[in-house]
């Protein structure tokens, strides 16, 4: 089975604080992506990459970036955290063919 | 325009029922099709790829209409346990990049 693990099931973080949230997955698939799930807003990607040190800006960006230094772990970082940002943030990776997407448990993250 | 279009619902529908549902896609250069099932407060997960020539699985079939630029999905005898949120999942024409859509909420009731 697809193993894709977040580091943490339930965050809270103070306004202007940088936060990482860190995703591996265990299939050796090339593609990973950070999508955030807000209540009638459905999943909006964030960010994508599908290969180590590449990244594809999704739809809704800024105020984050991302790093992956290794193709198993996608980090999302949130520069200055924002009570905005508040959500439940999703990762899931897949291969190029197919492209079926297997998700981790998520992470709430709370900006107070 | 929305890049996926699913109805919200919810479908309020009694156990034994066939219910379906329809989701609409913007890009006629996508290629790759899915079908997600969420509970509430977990994560979406894979519930069936759809392939040009319809695919069945159990009680779920998928459908794809690419000259309309739909999908479907049509649940047979519902259980208890279907209620859920389903998702349809495209691709963004030839990338990599998943869009999902907002999903279309499902009722089963005894």
């Known amino acids: 089975d697809v193993k894709v693990t977040q580091s943490s099931r339930y965050l809270v973080k103070r306004t202007g604080e940088k936060v990482f949230l860190e995703c591996v997955q265990d299939?050796?698939?090339?593609?990973m992506f950070w999508y955030r799930q807000d209540p009638g807003l459905g999943l909006r990607l964030i960010y994508f990459?599908?290969?180590?040190?590449?990244?594809e800006k999704g739809d809704i960006p800024e105020g984050y970036s991302v790093s992956r230094e290794k193709k198993e772990r996608f980090s999302l970082i949130l520069e200055s955290a924002s009570t905005n940002q508040t959500s439940m943030y999703l990762c899931a990776s897949s291969l190029s063919r197919p492209l079926e997407a297997f998700f981790g448990q998520g992470t709430r993250l709370t900006v107070v | 325009r929305k890049e996926v279009e699913q109805d919200p619902g919810p479908f309020n529908v009694p156990e034994g029922a066939t219910v379906a549902f329809n989701c609409t896609y913007s890009?006629?250069?996508?290629?790759?099709f899915f079908w997600y099932r969420q509970d509430c407060r977990k994560e979406p997960k894979l519930l069936m790829s759809?392939?040009?020539s319809g695919n069945e699985d159990g009680r779920f079939t998928a459908q794809l209409n690419r000259a309309s630029q739909y999908i479907s999905l049509l649940i047979r005898d519902s259980k208890l346990s279907d209620s859920a949120t389903y998702l349809c999942?495209?691709?963004?024409?030839?990338?990599?990049?998943?869009?999902f859509g907002s999903g279309t909420r499902l009722l089963v009731r005894p």
């Open positions: 990459s599908y290969d180590v040190k590449m990244k």
């Open positions: 999942v495209v691709n963004e024409g030839s990338s990599y990049k998943l869009i």
């Open positions: 759809v392939y040009s």
């Open positions: 299939m050796d698939h090339e593609n």
């Open positions: 890009n006629s250069a996508s290629q790759s």
